[in-house]
């Protein structure tokens, strides 16, 4: 089957742009997009597509309707079946009703609930399908289980086969890999960093250990966590042309950081609570805790670059490099326990530590709200 990129390249170079008489250039295109759409893409961003370094998001309709619109209104796509081929090159669903009259305006659309077609049974599903469960309101997958209905009964092994091939060509390398790195870093968190929670220490040199794989782990993880946020192929910041953006890299990985403190403060509380309950560690405690700082620490790469964009309408490192000094939280932590494990564990230690967080929650909360205003234009 011919890909996304390619078909999109001939559809482009079949488009004639008024200004120039010439096929759409790329640049042009993304030109048009914003004059359609109010949110424009770049040459290089197009160029991207066509050479199948990145996507559209799934779910971003309205710009693969735009698209398909300027393509048509410029002579590239002939008919909602050229359309409908070029979004299944890219896995997109087919267009609805809808959307059909809005890029073919000409067109007439069939409404007729006795067309037993497949383009149209693909259009009119029902409000529930079991692929919606797993894979969202994908027509192709409708589509996919209407045909595998069909033949003798029993229809549930063509079923469970339809959603296992559907699964499986949803299921690329490159995420099972990203999947497997996680479980490595999860794994690595477990060694690093629950050393440190395993009160009371032995003697110095278990103290010292402690602090320092600690100190290790809080500096390499959440650069992990950071990396396996994908930003490159986001449709959302390919949309702002900011995926590419130096600065949304560094946000990234400022949130994982974030999010990763926040996650084992979490825990060396709840570890704080078990000490002084005297509840015993076990390895499965200590795997299961140590989801915390991960899921925090993905949470925070994704959350905090939009939330920056969100308050001041684009990423610029000064707007939030005060938030960087999570990343020499770690070390410091570590030093605090060379120093004080045994007050940590000591009758007024919760008392202390307990204190402490609070004063650094509360300034830090205190500091992000002030620089958080939005700025007036």
């Given amino acids: ?52 370094k990145s996507k559209l998001h799934a779910d971003d309709r309205l710009t693969l309707v735009g698209l398909l619109g300027i393509l048509h209104e410029r002579g590239g796509i002939k008919d909602p079946l050229e359309a409908n081929q070029l979004l299944e090159a890219g896995n997109y669903r087919a267009l609805n009703p809808t959307e059909t009259k809005r890029v073919f305006p000409e067109e007439p659309v069939e409404t007729n609930a006795n067309d037993p077609s497949p383009s149209h049974s693909s259009q009119k599903a029902p409000a529930f399908r079991p692929g919606n469960v797993f894979f969202g309101a994908d027509d192709a997958l409708i589509a996919l289980l209407e045909k595998a209905k069909e033949g003798p009964p029993p229809a549930w092994p063509r079923l469970a086969a339809a959603l296992l091939s559907a ?3 949803r299921l690329s390398a490159r995420n099972f890999l990203r999947a497997l790195i996680m479980v490595w870093v999860w794994l690595l968190t477990r060694a690093m960093i629950a050393p440190s929670l395993r009160w009371p220490f032995a003697d110095q040199e278990d103290i010292l250990s402690a602090a320092v794989l600690y100190a290790a782990g809080t500096l390499t993880l959440p650069t992990f966590i950071g990396l396996l946020a994908e930003t490159k192929n986001n449709g959302f910041w390919q949309k702002h ?13 400022q949130g994982a950081f974030i999010g990763f403190q926040l996650g084992y403060y979490a825990v060396f509380l709840i570890a704080l609570i078990r000490f002084y309950l005297h509840w015993p ?26 939330n920056l964009w969100r ?67």
């Fill in 1 to 52: 089957m011919t890909d996304f990129g390619t078909l999109l390249r001939v559809f482009r170079s079949r488009s004639m742009d008024p200004l120039s008489g010439k096929p759409l250039s790329q640049q042009r295109l993304g030109g048009l997009l914003r004059e359609e759409l109010g949110v424009g893409f770049s040459g290089a961003a197009v160029s991207d597509w066509e050479r199948g």
């Fill in 167 to 169: 699964l499986t060509d």
């Fill in 241 to 253: 042309q900011l995926s590419n953006s130096l600065a949304l890299r560094l946000y990234t990985h």
């Fill in 281 to 306: 560690s076990t390895p499965w405690f200590e795997l299961a805790a140590m989801l915390a700082p991960l899921y925090m620490g993905t949470m925070g790469a994704r959350v905090v670059p939009y």
């Fill in 311 to 377: 308050a001041f309408g684009r990423l610029n490192l000064r707007d939030g490099a005060i938030f960087f000094v999570f990343v020499f939280l770690g070390p410091f932590w570590g030093f605090f326990i060379v120093q004080y494990s045994s007050f940590i564990t000591a009758s007024a230690g919760v008392f202390m530590v307990l204190v402490s967080l609070t004063l650094l929650a509360g300034g830090m909360a205190r500091r992000y709200k002030n620089k958080l205003q939005p700025p007036d234009f």
